[in-house]
């Protein structure tokens, strides 16, 4: 899962890039990029490093990246995590183009063969599946014009051969800027406009929030299997090329996606409102009694205080959030990830002494940050525990670009709620049922792979990336 944003129309391209980074930082915190075009002479820059996106950019920066156009990206790995070489936005100088993906294509070692098979003078630099669908572009474009009909069939070309997920927005060096979303929607991408001393810019982003942030308004998603282009004439086309389904990933609303954003037309906030007021109701069912609802933060904060209206008990916030320590479910291994949830949390002890309590999580992937909760929790001498995940039970592997790894690291794998909760260290665990997640999300069709094995699209070959994401994994450890 990472961070996209597209600008066109200002000289100050490059600097909203980095504004709109700044605000989808939570997508991604490896690595961060920021490619531009200076239209007039077709020339590219491209500035990228590991770390925050406070920490890759410097004023000095924005007077190398210069020109009207800019995309950037803020890197969530899943192979590959600490070689500068995946960074992205890729560039193809030579062809003219560049792009920045979120996603992830579980053919992807397949399109490789495929296209050294078909011209076996071409390289890679990097094994990122974005660079496939670089190189892919690239191929369909050739050396002809590049008017909206060259653009969106090379784009139509590249759907009609990638498998999986994908968001992607791209430059072109006369200072166009596209983008595209897969055939089923599975990855989001908005756009919006505004007017600047009488002239429009536009802008593409991941989230709302990026656009919201810098000014933009009328701010629309892209559709499934749509592309979208910007020539540097400010000329705006739409089209629908390749759709299949509408299967926006759930995990977007639970967990990924900033508070402030929308997807679908449905504010995150209020998702995540009703998937807590769904709880409740399943929590009155089973007569659970409790005598306060904490939050584990920051994502399960709206959804406990739904819970804590609904069932009319008290809503405090005991578990105290350290500001520096960042998201540790994108952490690099387990150890790491453990040690970054024992500095990032602090128990309120004298509130959690004798408390029956609630602890409401928005999801719960391989157990290591309720475990430690729970143990910090239990010595401050809480009475009893209940868990409450806002996520049904995640069974299965993610192949779409979240790293959920292979079945067996997940808690929830062959378990009962029971044995679940005994390696929780809880005394019961609530989980909001797929129908439960469905309702709150006001969604019929929505991508649950994870949830009940049911994908969007083939992922057979999807077993070829997790073998080599652990092997990559492994490799890191080593």
Known sequence: MCGLIGIVGTPDSAYESFLGLMNLQHRGQDGAGILTVDPYCGQFSLQKGSGLVENVFSERSFRNLRGLCAIGHTRYATIGRRDPN?????????????????????NCYQLREDLIDRTPA??????????????????????????????????TRAMEV?????????ALKDGS??????????????FGRKSMNGKAAYALASESVALDYLGYAGIDEI????????????????????????????????YFARVESEFEREPVYRARFRLGTVLADSIKQRKIEADVVLPVPETSRIAAIAIAESLDLPFRELLIKNRYVNRTFILDGQESRQEAIRRKLFPIAAEIEGKRCLVVDDSIVRGNTAIQILKLIKQCGAREVTVVSTCPPICHP???????????????????????????????????????LKKALEQDSICAGCLTGQYPTDVSSGADFELKRLADRQKQLS
């Open 86 to 106: 995946m960074l992205q936005p890729f560039l193809e100088a030579e062809a003219g183009i560049g792009i920045a993906h979120n996603g992830n294509i579980v």
């Open 122 to 155: 071409i390289r890679f630099s990097t094994e990122s599946d974005s660079e496939i669908i670089l190189k892919i572009l690239a191929e369909a474009l050739g050396d002809g014009p590049r008017d909206v009909s060259t653009v969106f069939l090379a784009i």
């Open 162 to 170: 990638l498998v999986g997920s994908y968001s992607v927005v791209g």
């Open 177 to 190: 800027v596209f983008g595209f979303r897969d055939p089923d929607g599975i990855r989001p991408l908005v």
């Open 223 to 254: 559709q499934p299997g749509e592309a979208i282009l910007i020539d540097s004439n400010g000329q705006v086309t739409r089209k629908v090329l390749h759709q299949k389904t509408h299967s926006s990933c759930m995990f977007e609303w639970v």
């Open 398 to 436: 993610c192949y779409y670009g979240i790293d959920f790894p292979s079945p067996k690291e997940l808690v929830a794998y062959n378990r009962t709620e029971d044995e679940i909760a005994r390696v929780l260290g809880a005394d019961r665990i609530v989980y909001q049922t797929v129908e439960g």
